[in-house]
């Protein structure tokens, strides 16, 4: 059962993923995005992580797509005035892209080997596991990334208001 | 799973279905009443006794109306924009615990479609995928007047939202789980949570208000400056769906709020009265009922009683007032874990907290 749920799941993660490409209207591509993500986090109930899965919903889903269809919303971007990239550009995209598929199929090609751990415990992805596995084992890298986000936070903030600073 | 769980589940899903449509369409019946019983009116009265088949009369009108599409809209999302506000709203009732447990023939069955233990991050995923029922559907009209009202709608949503997550989380640390039903079993008899934590209630009941578009946040459609918002461009049953979805939020919101912090299917000395097991269940689901009817009076009557916001004023609210509270009823929330715990001087083991 969860054998067919998996590639009904990738099929669908894979055909997102690349309508998000070909997608001709960029309000289409974030649409297919965001579903792109709902199928990822179907992946994660499958790895029975529900808590992993919740959060992905509401942060990459609910929160930040949310801002990415705000902005194309507003730039109203169709066909015509779509910018013409330069050539240098169009090369530069080609070689970085050609160099990233290098790496991922090396990495695939290694990772072929790999054994199935059998010391896996299925309840890794449960919250309270999860919860003592944060606030105990890593509790300072933790408290680091928190750190992190603060000052990420107030940063934008600052940058936010320099630009409505001249009305008020 | 056995067969029998099985077909009670399917019953129980088609059921949990028909009801919240059921009360969302009564509420809009409850709602023209309580508003001319505000306004000293006397509300629909015509079709059926009291006006009780005023909503059937309201749907088939909805239905019967010529179905416009604007030709510059997108067509495909013009029709999924209504669908997924629906969708959204039709979701949320799977984690809801509607009663405690029947025992038929000796085997127990559990009056909820699935107890996941991360229900109430379950109802905040769903919750903010919300909004792209209304931002789709604004878009897609391709009418200024739908996209603003869309873009305010979203950037309400995603502002509330956040204060409404920081507001459960101080209730989380009380109760130590994330499922719903064990928050409502942590609240046995007449020990609700509203009573510890009633600033986190508050602020979740505002968020609750400005999440479900009711006034005094119902800002995306203001008549006033932006004609119908997101649904100008809507006519017959699209319309009737994105209005209808509120009515179903506004339904869920109260069973969330009753279940978070008004004990949901507990009340005060049940267990004095002696009755069975299955008695004792069926009374909760019916108090359960009752209190979730008052909360969607409650958002009526307020709707009657307080004007909108200006739309700064919501933003200044959201961001200044409702956030920074909820951080200090975590903070109180701590010291009063700590305190009751004796933790200050041991050092802190998560397991203690919830032995």
């Known amino acids: 059962m969860s054998q067919y749920l998996f590639y009904i799941l990738s099929l669908l993660t894979a055909f997102s993923a690349m309508m998000v490409v070909f997608s001709r209207k960029p309000v289409y591509s974030v649409l297919y995005m965001i579903f792109c993500f709902f199928t990822i986090a179907g992946h994660y109930i499958l790895l029975n992580a529900q808590f992993l899965a919740a959060v992905h919903v509401i942060v990459y889903s609910g929160a930040i797509m949310v801002l990415f269809l705000y902005v194309i919303m507003m730039l109203n971007l169709n066909k015509e005035s779509e910018p013409h990239k330069s050539n240098i550009a169009k090369t530069a995209a080609v070689v970085s892209g050609g160099l990233l598929l290098m790496v991922l199929v090396s990495v695939f090609k290694s990772a072929d080997g790999l054994a199935i751990n059998p010391a896996f415990d299925s309840q890794i992805g449960m919250v309270e596991v999860l919860g003592m596995v944060l606030y105990e084992k890593y509790l300072l890298p933790f408290e680091v990334s928190a750190l992190l986000f603060l000052t990420a936070m107030i940063g934008a903030t600052m940058l936010g208001k320099k630009e409505g600073g001249a009305q008020s | 799973m056995e067969l029998n769980d099985l077909i009670f589940k399917i019953i129980f899903v088609i059921a949990v279905f ?200 119902d800002l995306p459609e203001c008549e006033t400056e932006l004609v119908g918002g997101y649904h100008t461009e809507y006519s017959s049953m699209k319309l009737g769906f994105y209005l209808f979805a509120e009515y179903i939020n506004m339904f869920i919101s109260s069973a969330i709020i009753v279940c978070l912090f008004f004990g949901g299917y507990n009340f005060p000395f049940i267990s004095e009265l002696g009755l069975s097991h299955n008695m004792a269940a069926i009374l909760g689901t019916v108090i359960f009922f009752a209190k979730v009817f008052f909360f969607i009076f409650f958002f009526m009557w307020i709707r009657w009683t307080i004007p909108r916001f200006r739309y700064d004023q919501l933003m200044r609210v959201g961001w200044k007032v409702l956030i920074p509270l909820a951080v200090v009823n975590i903070v109180l929330t701590a010291i009063y874990l700590m305190w009751k715990h004796d933790l200050w001087n041991t050092t802190l083991h998560v397991s203690q907290l919830n032995p």
């Open chain 2, 18 to 217: 028909a009801v919240s449509l059921l009360v969302a369409m009564y509420s809009t019946y409850a709602e023209r009443k309580v508003a001319a019983f505000f306004q000293d009116r006397l509300g629909p009265n015509r079709a059926g006794p009291f006006g009780m088949l005023q909503p059937l009369a309201d749907g088939i009108k909805m239905f019967m109306k010529e179905e416009i599409i604007p030709t510059n809209a997108d067509k495909v999302l013009f029709v999924l924009g209504p669908s997924l506000a629906m969708m959204t709203a039709c979701m949320t009732g799977v984690v809801i615990p509607w009663g405690s447990s029947l025992i038929i023939d000796g085997k127990e069955y559990v009056m909820q479609i699935t107890d996941v233990n991360i229900g109430i991050l379950y109802v905040f995923g769903v919750v903010s995928v919300g909004v792209y029922g209304i931002m789709i559907g604004g878009w897609a009209s391709n009418n200024k007047f739908s996209l603003l009202g869309a873009l305010r709608a979203s950037s309400q949503m995603i502002s509330y939202e956040l204060a409404m997550g920081m507001s459960i989380v101080a209730l989380v640390m009380m109760t130590g789980t994330l499922s719903v039903r064990e928050i409502v079993e942590s609240q046995p008899g007449g020990h609700w949570n509203v009573f510890v934590q009633p600033l986190g209630f508050l602020l979740f009941l505002i968020c609750a208000f400005a999440e479900t578009n009711r006034t005094p946040f």
